[in-house]
Nanobody, 126 residues
Framework: QVHVVESGGGLVQAGGSLRLSCAAS????????MGWFRQAPGKERDFVAA????????YYVDSVKRRFTISRDNANNTVYLQMNSLKPEDTAVYYC???????????????????WGRGTQVTVSS
């Protein structure tokens, strides 16, 4: 089991950058694939990015490719989401999620992730 807590959200102007962090508890963090999702007001929770247990595989939704980068530091039980060239449509609550999985296949469905944080708000002003 793993417990995750997000941080790093805030208010930024369009074109700016933010780096989100997700700190995980537990000694087996390296056995979990990790994902970032986001939920805008009145909308469903959507997939943003995922990373395999080793960091060797990553997967992004098309709308954030070449702008966002997911990475992880297994020694420090942390996964990151570097967000550049932010747009107002990126405004949402961002959630970190964990899935016990040491394979290389990554999933965009929220149903595949068993452990979730409470989210961090990202607001991009125009």
């Amino acid at each position: 089991q793993v417990h995750v807590v997000e941080s790093g959200g805030g208010l930024v102007q369009a074109g700016g950058s933010l780096r989100l962090s997700c700190a995980a508890s537990g000694r087996t963090f390296s056995r979990y694939a990790m994902g970032w999702f986001r939920q805008a007001p009145g909308k469903e929770r959507d997939f943003v990015a995922a990373i395999s247990w080793s960091g060797g595989s990553t997967y992004y939704v098309d709308s954030v490719k070449r702008r966002f980068t997911i990475s992880r530091d297994n020694a420090n039980n942390t996964v990151y989401l570097q967000m550049n060239s932010l747009k107002p449509e990126d405004t949402a609550v961002y959630y970190c999620a964990a899935r016990s999985d040491t394979g290389s296949i990554l999933y965009s469905s929220s149903a595949r992730y068993a452990y979730w944080g409470r989210g961090t708000q990202v607001t991009v002003s125009s």
